[in-house]
């Protein structure tokens, strides 16, 4: 019995065997693995400075040593939505509860101020140094000054 297990042993390891002239070359599949280098930055052009100036209307505070008066105002009765720009220490949106007005000095090019969701009639104005330049009135939707 050891003598059968030498001879399937030996039939074994010589017949599983090949050379090198018998076996086919390995076939590679993918790409080869490279290495790049990333470029290094070249410095561009200089970009020139620029400063934001302050956006009136936006939280900020009356201009100090110039601009024009404006007086804005809003007639009617009950509350309504004013969207104002260009009006200093004022929110951009808010509710207000009408009459509203306010005064104040600007160097801002605009001023407008935009009244929405009141009831029954009411009106807008914009008073700049002394003179009304814009007046508008409604009965309700949307009402809209602008100078």
């Known amino acids: 019995?050891?003598?059968?297990?030498?001879?399937?042993?030996?039939?074994?390891?010589?017949?599983?065997r090949s050379t090198s002239s018998d076996a086919a070359a390995p076939t590679v599949t993918g790409s080869p693995e490279t290495t790049s280098t990333a470029p290094t930055p070249q410095p561009g052009p200089a970009l020139p400075s620029i400063t934001i100036p302050n956006i009136p209307?936006?939280?900020?505070?009356p201009t100090a040593?110039?601009?024009?008066?404006?007086?804005?105002?809003?007639t009617?009765?009950?509350?309504?939505?004013v969207v104002a720009v260009g009006v200093p220490g004022t929110d951009m949106f808010g509710t207000k509860?009408?009459?509203w007005s306010k005064s104040f000095t600007t160097t801002s090019p605009l001023v407008s101020i935009t009244v929405l969701?009141?009831?029954?009639?009411?009106?807008?104005?914009?008073t700049k140094n002394g003179s009304?330049?814009?007046h508008n009135?409604?009965?309700?939707?949307?009402?809209?000054?602008?100078?």
């Open 132 to 134: 009304e330049i814009t």
């Open 1 to 16: 019995m050891i003598a059968i297990v030498v001879v399937l042993v030996a039939v074994f390891s010589t017949g599983s």
């Open 117 to 126: 969701g009141f009831q029954g009639p009411a009106t807008c104005s914009i």
């Open 65 to 74: 040593g110039g601009g024009d008066t404006y007086t804005v105002q809003v």
């Open 76 to 81: 009617g009765s009950g509350t309504a939505q």
């Open 97 to 99: 509860t009408l009459p």
């Open 137 to 147: 009135s409604s009965t309700g939707g949307m009402l809209m000054c602008n100078g």
């Open 57 to 61: 209307g936006l939280g900020s505070s």
